[in-house]
């Protein structure tokens, strides 16, 4: 396989980072945490108008059809500007598990709108520190009622539609759910990322619907895509970690030299930029995998999650080493990848889980071949 992007994919990355390199500024990322803002209105209206919402869900429901690669382009974009938009929530997660275990008239009710981006969805699969995906869902759907608590979800206060991992006779399902009713209590909580807004959603006989082609293979299938995603994401804000210090220390002086001439801020450089190029072949492969060989996604999948999560973690730490005690000002730019790399480590589950499936998918693969 080629690990590089078609003529047609560089072109919609190109398009993608011209748009929000006019939309999603880094003066704009402030003015939306000193305002207490959720979300970028302007910026999810010019994304819409551009129709990257709508990139893979199927045309037939008012989306572009492309691929999980070509999906991953946007969300590296995305990352490299940390915009302040649903688009994980709502077209990764949310969207997908309804293309994949909604029935057809849920799919013809719900995709067009999520494609438009007229609807917005919540994904709600975390239930704090004991509910993360490796144990049962402790939220119960019964009689098309739904009881339990989600948290953290992201993107919940501005979205009038979930779906929701739940229990529904002793199996694994999606539900989907109206925030807008009685029986629903959102309370924001206090999150890290100031870009990225994180609710709890109470359900107290809230009323739901299951995705009917909702099983626990259909719900780690729907994972194993928002970890790939989730990893173009990382991609892109380890790649723009990177530039971000080059730039810095090639312009910063010490003893009548430029900072970035010095051996070990070469060395620190060259090392996240090689950590971020892996991760970048780990993403590429799991969404290739994606849609051409599935029963390799999960292994791949895991890796790309854990991979990427690794880049961004060098690369947003040595960031801010390299630029100092200035660093950690909010003037600088280092602390919007800071705090988007520690909310992308618990996005998913944390990465003990995705060792553990890398390494029992790894094992299940080396039985079969024996």
Same mark, same amino acid.
């Given at each position: ?5 078609s003529?047609?994919q560089?072109l ?8 929000l390199?006019?939309h999603?500024?880094?003066d704009?990322?402030?003015?939306l945490v000193?305002s ?19 990139a893979?869900i199927?045309e037939a429901?008012g989306?572009l059809?492309?691929?999980d690669?070509d ?8 990352g ?5 938009v649903p ?6 997660c949310?969207?997908?598990a309804?293309?994949?275990a909604g029935s ?5 009710n719900w995709?067009?709108?999520l ?9 709600a ?10 144990q049962?869902?402790g ?5 098309g009622?739904?009881?339990g608590a989600k ?11 979930a779906?929701v991992?739940?229990r529904?006779?002793?199996r694994?399902?999606f539900?989907l759910?109206?925030l807008d009713?009685?029986?629903?209590v ?6 890290f990322?100031?870009l990225r807004?994180h ?5 107290n ?5 299951l ?6 293979s259909?719900i780690s299938a ?8 989730a990893a173009?994401?990382?991609?892109g ?14 312009g910063?002086?010490?003893f009548?030299?430029?900072l970035a %001439? ?7 450089l060259?090392?996240i930029?090689?950590a971020?190029?892996l991760?970048?072949? %780990?993403?590429y492969?799991a969404a ?9 996604l ?8 854990l991979?990427?999560?690794d ?6 730490r040595?960031?801010?080493?390299v630029?100092g005690?200035?660093g ?5 730019n280092?602390h ?13 589950g ?7 499936r890398?390494?029992?998918g790894?094992r299940?693969?080396a039985n079969?071949a024996?």
């Amino acid at each position: 396989m080629n690990f590089d992007l078609s003529e047609e994919q560089k072109l919609l990355a190109e398009q993608a980072r011209g748009l929000l390199a006019a939309h999603a500024p880094y003066d704009r990322l402030r003015e939306l945490v000193d305002s207490g803002a959720e979300w970028d209105e302007a910026l999810w209206k010019a994304l819409c108008d551009m129709g990257l919402p709508g990139a893979r869900i199927p045309e037939a429901y008012g989306g572009l059809g492309l691929t999980d690669l070509d999906l991953g382009v946007i969300s590296e974009e995305l990352g490299r500007v940390n915009a302040s938009v649903p688009f994980f929530s709502s077209i990764v997660c949310a969207a997908d598990a309804i293309a994949a275990a909604g029935s057809e008239a849920q799919k013809l009710n719900w995709l067009p709108g999520l494609a438009s981006g007229e609807v917005v969805a919540a994904f709600a699969s975390a239930e704090g520190k004991a509910g993360w995906l490796p144990q049962k869902p402790g939220v119960i759907f019964r009689n098309g009622r739904l009881t339990g608590a989600k948290l953290p979800v992201a993107d919940a206060g501005l979205a009038s539609l979930a779906v929701v991992q739940c229990r529904a006779e002793d199996r694994e399902a999606f539900a989907l759910v109206h925030l807008d009713q009685p029986g629903v209590v959102r309370t924001r909580l206090k999150s890290f990322d100031q870009l990225r807004a994180h609710y709890r959603i109470d359900f107290n006989e809230a009323t739901a619907e299951l995705l009917p082609a909702g099983n626990a293979s259909v719900i780690s299938a729907v994972m194993d895509r928002a970890a790939v995603q989730a990893a173009f994401e990382a991609v892109g804000a380890a790649e723009a970690c990177v530039m971000m210090g080059r730039d810095y220390t090639m312009g910063r002086q010490m003893f009548g030299r430029p900072l970035a %001439s010095y051996q070990a801020i070469k060395h620190k450089l060259a090392d996240i930029l090689m950590a971020t190029e892996l991760a970048r072949s %780990s993403a590429y492969f799991a969404a290739w995998a994606a849609n051409e060989a599935p029963d390799q996604l999960p292994v791949a999948a895991a890796s790309a999650r854990l991979t990427s999560l690794d880049a961004l973690a060098a690369a947003a730490r040595e960031n801010l080493q390299v630029h100092g005690g200035i660093g950690y000002t909010f003037e600088a730019n280092c602390h919007f990848y800071y705090r988007r790399e520690r909310t992308l480590a618990l996005t998913l589950g944390p990465k003990d889980y995705w060792a553990a499936r890398l390494v029992g998918g790894v094992r299940a693969q080396a039985n079969k071949a024996a």
